[in-house]
Nanobody
Framework: QVQLVESGGGLVQAGGSLRLSCAAS????????VGWSRQAPGKEREFVAAISWSGDRTYYADSVKGRFTISRDNAKNTVYLQMNSLKPEDTAVYSC??????????????WGQGTQVTVSS
């Protein structure tokens, strides 16, 4: 069992940056891949980024490639999503999720509650 808690969301102006954190409980977290996804009001959830358990493989949605960076620190049981050059269309609730296998999609076993990111124009 893995429990996930996101933090770091907030309000930022367009062009600004935020770093989201996904803190996990569980001794086996380092063996899990982690993904970030987001859901904007009235829209379907969409994949944002994913990282393998070792951190050697990362995947990004085309909409965030070059602006967002996913990383992890297994010693701290934490995965990060650095978001730069934010746009109003990045506004959404961002959630992290964990799975034994890295997935560039939404089919994860364990989910956090999410953190709100709002980008003003």
């Amino acid at each position: 069992q893995v429990q996930l808690v996101e933090s770091g969301g907030g309000l930022v102006q367009a062009g600004g940056s935020l770093r989201l954190s996904c803190a996990a409980s569980g001794r086996t977290f380092s063996s899990y891949a982690v993904g970030w996804s987001r859901q904007a009001p009235g829209k379907e959830r969409e994949f944002v980024a994913a990282i393998s358990w070792s951190g050697d493989r990362t995947y990004y949605a085309d909409s965030v490639k070059g602006r967002f960076t996913i990383s992890r620190d297994n010693a701290k049981n934490t995965v990060y999503l650095q978001m730069n050059s934010l746009k109003p269309e990045d506004t959404a609730v961002y959630s992290c999720a964990a799975n034994p296998r890295v997935i560039a999609g939404l089919e994860y076993d364990y989910w956090g509650q999410g953190t709100q990111v709002t980008v003003s124009s």
